[in-house]
């Protein structure tokens, strides 16, 4: 019989490791390895997914327009230009399969988000890494790895899992330096917890060769309702429309979506929240020997002597129930990323931190 074998690449993808939420033995699981949102989505999400429900014998609005609308009012943008999608990682995945092809490449940084590799790959094309400076996105690295080739760049801003950023005139210069037929994508799904930062969307609306990906996941706590956005030139959009399965979202994702969008009150407690809760877990950890760089997200990058430590630690947190995440496998195998949790959470984390400090002197 004859073998039956997927396209090139397939085989080279390793499967995503969601972040853990069981742990054997143990009741009082906290789980921080998957930079959601500690106090849940705004109590109006929940509420419009009530209302929604009965409507489910229904097919979904194929536009979104509803939702577009939502998110242009709220951030000042063209709902013509926005996209709505299975989360962000969807529209990383409509992009990937509309411009990589075979013999394409599709760049990203060192420490980059994983389904850039996996949807590029998927699309039959090849992902190129380029170097980063110290854990920080570098756009002259990321320019100089640019070939004929090079369809697509792809840079979380700030980036997943270091939780550094690069500023507007960075970015205007790597849009600028890059080939004619490559197109920029700034992933923006940490945008929203950097205080003025628009996540590109000027830059979108400035030039042909810029698209910007957004998230429900992360401030506004729906990541187990799976919606995310795209904002990009119009022929951009038109492009990925064609390949949107028409029926993407459901009502129920669109619904609360909106409610979620519209209840700022909700957004910036939330926000403020992180934003004091992270520079006191930095500061904790940091006392404790563990230091971090400055992140502008919802997680830290906890940094060990040694991938040993880095996993005893794992370990020892594990066991009292809190479950981070080992990011070896994003060339980082001496740190932990820990999502900013709630008070609590942020104590249980240093206590534990500080416990295994304890057991070894
Ligand atoms: N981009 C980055 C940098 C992320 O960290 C994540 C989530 N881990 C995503 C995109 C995808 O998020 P979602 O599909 O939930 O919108």
């Given at each position: 019989?004859?073998?039956?074998?997927?396209?090139?690449?397939?085989?080279?993808?390793?499967?995503?490791?969601?972040?853990?939420?069981?742990?054997?033995?143990?009741n009082?699981?906290?789980?921080?390895?998957?930079?959601?949102?500690?106090?849940?989505?705004?109590?109006?999400?929940k509420?419009?997914?009530?209302?929604?429900?009965?409507?489910?014998?229904?097919?979904?609005?194929?536009?979104?327009?509803?939702?577009?609308?939502?998110?242009?009012?709220?951030?000042?943008?063209d709902?013509?230009?926005?996209?709505?999608?299975?989360?962000?990682?969807?529209?990383?995945?409509?992009?990937?399969?509309?411009?990589?092809?075979?013999g394409?490449?599709?760049?990203?940084?060192?420490?980059?988000?994983a389904?850039?590799?996996?949807?590029?790959?998927?699309?039959?094309?090849?992902?190129?890494?380029?170097p980063?400076?110290?854990?920080?996105?570098?756009?002259?690295?990321?320019?100089?790895?640019?070939?004929?080739?090079?369809r697509?760049?792809?840079?979380?801003?700030?980036?997943?899992?270091?939780?550094?950023?690069?500023?507007?005139?960075?970015?205007?210069?790597?849009?600028?330096?890059?080939?004619?037929?490559?197109?920029?994508?700034?992933?923006?799904?940490?945008?929203?917890?950097?205080?003025?930062?628009?996540?590109?969307?000027?830059?979108?609306?400035a030039?042909?060769?810029?698209?910007?990906?957004?998230?429900?996941?992360?401030?506004y706590?729906?990541?187990?309702?799976?919606?995310?956005?795209?904002?990009?030139?119009?022929?951009?959009?038109?492009?990925?429309?064609?390949?949107?399965?028409?029926?993407?979202?459901?009502?129920?994702?669109?619904?609360?979506?909106?409610?979620?969008?519209?209840?700022?009150?909700?957004?910036?407690?939330?926000k403020?929240?992180?934003?004091?809760?992270?520079?006191?877990?930095?500061?904790?950890?940091?006392?404790?020997g563990?230091p971090?760089?400055t992140?502008?997200?919802n997680?830290?990058?906890?940094?060990?002597?040694?991938?040993?430590?880095?996993?005893?630690?794992?370990?020892?947190?594990?066991s009292?129930?809190?479950?981070?995440?080992?990011?070896a496998?994003?060339?980082?195998?001496?740190?932990?990323?820990?999502?900013?949790?709630d008070?609590?959470?942020?104590?249980?984390?240093?206590?534990?931190?500080?416990?295994?400090?304890?057991?070894?002197?």
């Amino acid at each position: 019989m004859a073998q039956i074998t997927p396209q090139p690449g397939i085989m080279e993808i390793a499967l995503y490791e969601g972040g853990q939420s069981h742990v054997e033995g143990v009741n009082d699981v906290l789980k921080l390895s998957s930079n959601e949102n500690p106090y849940g989505p705004s109590p109006d999400a929940k509420q419009a997914i009530a209302d929604a429900i009965g409507q489910i014998h229904r097919y979904p609005n194929t536009d979104h327009l509803p939702l577009r609308e939502a998110i242009a009012e709220v951030h000042g943008l063209d709902p013509d230009r926005i996209i709505c999608g299975v989360g962000s990682d969807e529209i990383i995945q409509f992009l990937c399969q509309a411009y990589a092809g075979p013999g394409d490449e599709v760049l990203h940084t060192e420490h980059g988000f994983a389904m850039y590799r996996i949807s590029a790959l998927a699309a039959g094309a090849t992902p190129v890494e380029a170097p980063e400076r110290e854990r920080v996105t570098d756009v002259d690295a990321l320019l100089a790895a640019c070939t004929e080739r090079t369809r697509l760049v792809f840079i979380a801003n700030p980036n997943n899992p270091t939780g550094t950023m690069i500023g507007g005139n960075e970015l205007a210069r790597l849009a600028d330096g890059l080939p004619e037929q490559a197109i920029l994508v700034l992933d923006g799904a940490y945008a929203e917890f950097v205080d003025g930062y628009d996540g590109g969307a000027a830059l979108v609306e400035a030039r042909e060769n810029v698209v910007m990906t957004r998230t429900f996941s992360k401030l506004y706590g729906l990541g187990g309702l799976r919606v995310g956005w795209g904002y990009a030139p119009k022929p951009i959009i038109d492009v990925m429309n064609r390949i949107r399965m028409p029926f993407n979202l459901s009502e129920l994702q669109m619904a609360a979506a909106i409610a979620a969008i519209r209840d700022r009150s909700w957004a910036v407690r939330c926000k403020a929240e992180n934003a004091r809760l992270r520079v006191w877990l930095a500061e904790e950890l940091a006392a404790l020997g563990v230091p971090s760089d400055t992140s502008l997200a919802n997680f830290i990058l906890a940094r060990f002597a040694s991938a040993a430590e880095a996993e005893a630690v794992d370990a020892h947190l594990k066991s009292r129930g809190v479950i981070v995440r080992r990011v070896a496998g994003y060339g980082l195998p001496h740190c932990l990323r820990i999502t900013v949790g709630d008070d609590a959470g942020c104590r249980r984390v240093v206590e534990g931190v500080r416990s295994f400090r304890e057991c070894l002197s």
